[in-house]
Each structure stands twice: as C-alpha cells, then as structure tokens.
C-alpha cells in the first residue's frame, strides 16, 4: 500500500509559478512510475506529466515547456514545477503512483490539491 499526499496548490496569478509536492508512505516509491494529473472544473481527469522509475519525462502539449516533473527516491517525493501558469491550469492536481506486477496494474491516488489561475 502507497500513501500520497499532495501539497502547494493554491491561487497565482497568470504568469505566476508553483511548486507542487506529493510525498509517498512508503520506499517502494522507487518501483513506481509518478504521474502529475489535472482535473478541470467540470471535466475529465487528464494526464499531464509523467516520469519513470529511470526518470525519463514526458508532458501534454498543453504544459510542454512550463512544466517539470522530478522525483527524489531518497525522500520518496516526487514534484512538479509550474511556470508561466494559464488560467486554463486552473483546477485539481493528482498525483498517481503506478506499477505494473505480473501483468497486473497497481495504482494509487492522493487527495489533490487545488491549483487557482487569476487573471
């Protein structure tokens, strides 16, 4: 079982940045590949960064370029720096932790944290 627990959400104004965090419970954190995830008001849940247990990266378009993902295995977090933030990035952030065992898929969730864009 995997803990996570997100934190730095909060309200910016356009062009601003923020750092979000999501500590995990336990030190198999280093067998999971970590996902950042954005929630919309009134949409879907949709994957925006990614980063493997090697540490490769990939990104959504929509954040290419204004977004980091980064892990720390030492310290079982891993982050997501946000610059020249849009209004449209307003909305929910979730980080999930996922492995694939077997041929079985194993994931876990935090809470989210709120991320608000002012203009």
């Known amino acids: 079982q995997v803990q996570l627990v997100e934190s730095g959400g909060g309200l910016v104004q356009v062009g601003g940045s923020l750092r979000l965090s999501c500590a995990a419970s336990s030190s198999t954190f280093r067998f999971y590949a970590m996902n950042w995830y954005h929630q919309a008001p009134g949409k879907q849940r949709e994957l925006v960064a990614s980063i493997t247990v090697g540490g490769s990266t990939n990104y959504a378009d929509s954040v290419k370029g204004r977004f980091t993902i980064s892990r720390d295995n030492a310290k079982n977090t891993v982050s997501l720096q946000m610059n020249s933030l849009k209004p449209e990035d307003t909305g929910v952030y979730y980080c999930?932790?996922?492995?694939?065992?077997?041929?079985?898929?194993?994931?876990?969730w935090g809470q989210g944290t709120q991320v608000t864009v002012s203009s």
């Open positions: 999930n932790a996922k492995r694939t065992i077997m041929g079985r898929t194993i994931e876990y």
